[in-house]
């Protein structure tokens, strides 16, 4: 992951004026990391205005990244697409792969020891193989270059949203607690709208103008 928040684009990463210009700011972020709401995020991307700085900044911030390390929908792309368009990242898989198939011909090539007169030890059992949609099992993936599997991909989203959710949620608290409007959370947080909007409802916060409102 690269720091990215949750938002698409994170426009607490973002700062430049086009951001502001960025159709997802309005959309829920959930479109851009659900798997399967990838064609409607591309179609968002698609007639995007500012689909090119997005992309110059995207893969700016995630240059070298491994696949794995990447997230969500951004500027049309998915993780592995933008990883894929990445030389460095590329060249970093191919050695991967590279070291793991030399592991195996290695293992081939080895001759089986000399037998020995002394008593075999007991054999330890092989490590298991871990089940797909765990951590072990997504490095298990990343050591042996493979792509990620639905279930390992699944389970990284998993994981990456609820990071995510912690950071708004901590964001939006602090900046609530001192009284300020979602408008000046917004302004504060970098976060769009309807971000502030969900962290408030996650945590159960009435918004301030209102709460001002009643009183
Ligand atoms: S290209 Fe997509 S992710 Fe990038 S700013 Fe536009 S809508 Fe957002």
């Known amino acids: 992951m690269t720091g990215y928040t949750g938002q698409?684009?994170?426009?607490?990463?973002?700062?430049?004026?086009?951001?502001?210009?960025?159709?997802?700011?309005?959309k829920d972020p959930e479109i851009f990391f659900t798997t399967a709401l990838v064609g409607e995020?591309?179609?968002?991307?698609?007639?995007?205005?500012?689909?090119?700085?997005?992309?110059?900044?995207?893969?700016?911030v995630e240059a070298g990244l491994a696949e794995e390390s990447r997230d969500g929908v951004v500027a049309g792309l998915t993780a592995a697409e933008r990883a894929g368009l990445d030389p460095v990242a590329q060249s970093r898989r191919a050695r991967t792969q590279e070291t793991a198939a030399a592991r195996v011909q290695q293992k081939t090539d080895t001759k089986p020891a000399p037998l020995k007169?002394?008593?075999?030890?007991?054999?330890?059992?092989?490590?298991?193989?871990p089940k797909c949609g765990t951590t072990a099992a997504m490095r298990r993936h990343q050591r042996l270059g493979e792509p990620l599997c639905d279930a390992c991909r699944d389970a990284r989203?998993?994981?990456?949203r609820a990071k995510r959710y912690a950071r708004q949620d901590r964001l939006v608290k602090e900046a609530w607690g001192r009284g300020l409007t979602d408008e000046g959370i917004c302004t504060e947080t970098g976060l769009s709208k309807i971000v502030v909007r969900r962290a408030r409802q996650r945590q159960n916060l009435p918004a301030n103008e209102e709460t001002r409102r009643a009183a």
């Open 41 to 60: 995020a591309r179609s968002i991307c698609r007639t995007c205005p500012v689909l090119e700085e997005c992309h110059a900044w995207v893969m700016g």
């Open 117 to 129: 007169l002394a008593p075999r030890k007991p054999r330890r059992d092989p490590r298991p193989v």
């Open 8 to 26: 698409a684009p994170d426009t607490g990463i973002r700062r430049g004026e086009w951001v502001h210009r960025a159709p997802c700011r309005t």
């Open 157 to 160: 989203n998993e994981r990456s």
